[in-house]
């Protein structure tokens, strides 16, 4: 389906957003109607959430987001509860969400117009627990959500279970469970395993973990992951995207799963996932180098 109106998310705290956006809203002004620009995500984010209706007056058919994936992951967080088709003009460090550099914004704008540039459903996981009001609450990620330690206290000591079976206990300084996104993010940075987008899993990773024999799992996405505190120094907190937090309370349950609706976004018109792992992580360069005949 061709968009007929768009809605621009900017980092505006970047000069060099700030200067992209007016040339990107002047050209997609010309071809459909701009919604507008929002030039404060986190905060745009925030009073969506209180109110799925706030900051824009209709819903837009696409979402352009300048910036980097942080940018990305407070548009997605902005449009959760309903999910828009969104590209990423990437002005960032990596670009795994992000995926298209900002010199090829024009290419990959004109495909997307086109109907001729392909859509990645994105999976994403969802938590349900009770706070301490007894209030039942949920959150939803496009990367990961992971219990987590308070920033001056010892590890948080937790348990795991799948569909009611016990796995096996941790003792870290947090435990993510990250979707094939996110496999590629703070995850993959604690030794966890990649993912490539299109993967029916979730991955369970330990970081810091005290005991050397727990190690990342690739789990069913289908399933029911149930991670319990039982120690978390009064300061344990649930982490959504790294971009919300919640506290948590020893005893505290939360229950994990795919989330039933994914994500839609943009990839770069040839950008297939082995590319864009290529690229962001440098295999086959001169650090890397490639096999003989690849």
Sequence with gaps: MTPESA??????????????????????????????????????AAERELDPSAGVASRPDLLVVLGGDGALLGAVRAF??????????NLGHVGFLASTPAPRWLDTLEHVLAGTCEVEERSRVEARWRDRDGVDRSAIALNDIGVQRGTLDGMVRASLSIDGVFVTKYRADGILVATPSGSTAYSLSAGGPILVPGVGALVVTPVSSQGLSNRPIVVPADGVLGLSVEDGHGHAQLAVDGQRFFALRDGDVVELRRDPVPYPLFAMPGLDPYRRLRERLGWGSEQNPAPPGS
């Design 7 to 44: 809605l621009i998310l900017a980092n505006f705290e970047k000069a060099a957003v700030r200067e992209l956006a007016s040339e990107v809203e002047a050209w997609l002004a010309e071809r459909l109607e701009v919604l507008g620009v929002v030039r404060d995500i986190r905060g745009f």
């Design 80 to 89: 959760s509860a309903d999910p828009v088709p969104t590209v990423g003009i």
